[in-house]
């Protein structure tokens, strides 16, 4: 696992120089503390940071061949070992054990048609001097990042993270208001767009080609696709993809940990990595001070039936005040939820215990409908011809509104008008409605002008052309994967707040062959008529897990979100991010609104998901642009440690570097 960038060159004789490199390894050395290396030449030049997962003492890039092809590549492709006895039969060699080296050699050979060999999660860039032409590639549900702008002289600039680009000193950092404001919609900015203005996001399943100065293609190259059987996959295949998922999600020259919410997912990874390992499991969980949030009760009764080293990390409001900041900083995007942070500090405490690889459970429940989201849908079509299906909507979301407030015409009337019966989003307008809380403190310049261009049409304009001819709950579960899963759970929650200490996540249940055959189950093998749930995955956890965690209903997982920033010992900045002059500096929100949401929060008020998303959408964007846009923006200093490897690419040589 690394951190990536690079840049080329519109003008084939111009250089990149290594301080500008040094720069951006510095940028992303989070992501990569092991060590860096870099490649220079003329025309280009390419820094990585690495995070040693396989071949430790071999496995530095980047990476080139005898040809002079070069990559750099952050991920894991996990069948890399079939991969290398299949180029083996073929008369190719190689020098290394990565799967890095692989992917560059299985690339030379077959070009862009590889990508479908590679099970597992990855960004990379692969350069082909002779052609001039550099490849950027992400994988199919964009678990790893890749930003990319170009320069005032027309170069491209390249790196895992946004603040590669800006270290550079040839991009920079302002607002984009399209893409703030697509985290004020649906969570997170989609790509292309991100929260900078002319930074994009390669989006997940994508790849771009640049050629001498042009971008001369860039596709889709994997996307979800549903086409549900009358029978589908049967449990035995279930429990053989799994199984297979999770061995080789195990792979690795240092030991695989798990995180272990308590829940359904989390338990049943769990449960076969301990199967398929040939060591003393390591589990890891996030417990709250307030029990309202508290899963720790379920989490240790998983970790002792199955005999797991559990650890557990005690959170309370102050940890997340006090993180939240740096949160900010490397997720390099406003939130809408404090989340993330409990998962940041969980990532550090992992690391502290020598564990820098973990699996977790993210994407069972948008495979097989686990959310509540999927449940609401079938009482929200039902109800178009029978009211009294409104009622039962009445049980789904306790959580989001205070304890003892009683519910009735107002919260169904929500439900039922959110969205036009024939929306293409009609399952996501709810989210849409509730999150877009935030967007009633914006200035009304800001408003005015985000009219003009709003998110959820940009969607509607974006969707695949198989969209029309799926099912509402196949709909819903492609948007969950491209709105939710992929900008907000795998990168906010997932990729940075991991990364931001040298840890790796890894995904089971998101490897390809999973999605395919739960793409093709019928529908109530994921939700059935009495709205049961992962009804599938239940019965394979039942095989492996006590009954009672099998059937354990889920409990979403949150963070406490207004509290952490009102209590007596909150931190200083707080009020100061919030003060009249800080919000007109940053030029989004209305103070004189903003002042009165602090007051409700101040009071103990503000107790709904709504405000709470509010405060946590204002505050993190006031944090983001001072870090990035305002004027005490980072300033990026040169790495100063060697590095390991050192590639000069306008002389020829073996496949590596010098070291």
Known sequence: ?????????????????????????????????????????????????????????????????????????????????????????????????????????????DGLAALDRLNGQFAFAWWQPRERRL??????????????????????VFASEAKGLFASGEIRADPDLQGIDDVFTLWGPRAPRSPFADVHQLGAGSLLVWEDGHVVAERTWWRPEYA??????TAEELDELMRDSVRLRLRADVPVGTYLSGGLDSSLLTALAQDASD??????????????????????????????????????????????????????????RSAPVPLYLLAQATREHGITVIATGEGADELFWGYDLFKELVLRQQAEHDETALERLDA???????????????WRRFFAEAGAADDPLLSHQTRAAATGAVKAFYRDEVAR????????????????????????LERAAYLEVRTLLEPYLLAAQGDRVAMAHGVEGRYPFLDHRVFEYAARLPQERKLDAALHDKIALRELAATVLPSGIAQRPKQPYRAPAVAPFFADDSPAWIEEALAPDSLRDSGLFDDRSVAGLVRRCRSGRATGMREGMALVGILSTQLWHEQFCGAARTAYPEETAEPKVFIDMDVKSALGGVT
């Open 449 to 472: 002008e985000l009219i003009e261009d709003d998110s959820t049409q940009r969607l509607r304009a974006d969707l695949p052309a198989s969209f029309d001819g799926w099912g509402a």
């Open 279 to 336: 060591h003393e499991l390591r589990t890891f969980s996030v417990a709250f001070r307030d029990e309202l949030f508290d899963e720790r009760v379920h989490q240790e009764e998983v970790a002792a039936a199955l005999g797991t080293h559990h650890h557990v990390l005690d959170i309370g409001t102050a940890d997340i005040a006090d993180a939240f900041a740096d949160v900010v900083y490397h997720a390099e995007t406003p939130l809408i």
């Open 396 to 410: 789904l979301y306790p959580y989001l509104s205070a304890p003892g407030a009683s519910r009735g015409p107002v």
């Open 1 to 109: 696992m690394c951190g990536i960038g690079g840049i080329v060159r519109r003008d084939a004789a111009a250089a990149v120089d290594e301080p500008t490199l040094r720069r951006m390894a510095a940028a992303l050395r989070h992501r990569g503390p092991d060590g860096y290396g870099l490649a220079t030449g003329t025309g280009a030049g390419f820094v990585s940071t690495r995070l040693a997962i396989f071949d430790i003492p071999g496995g530095w890039q980047p990476i080139r061949t005898d040809s002079g092809s070069l990559i750099v590549y952050n991920g894991e492709v996990y069948n890399h070992p079939e991969l290398r006895v299949e180029l083996a039969r073929d008369g190719i060699i190689t020098a290394t054990l990565t799967d890095t080296e692989v992917v560059l050699q299985v690339l030379e050979r």
């Open 135 to 156: 490849t950027l590639v992400r994988d199919r549900f964009g678990v790893r990042p890749l930003h990319y702008a170009f320069a005032a002289d027309g170069s491209l």
């Open 228 to 233: 549900p059987a009358d029978t589908g996959g």
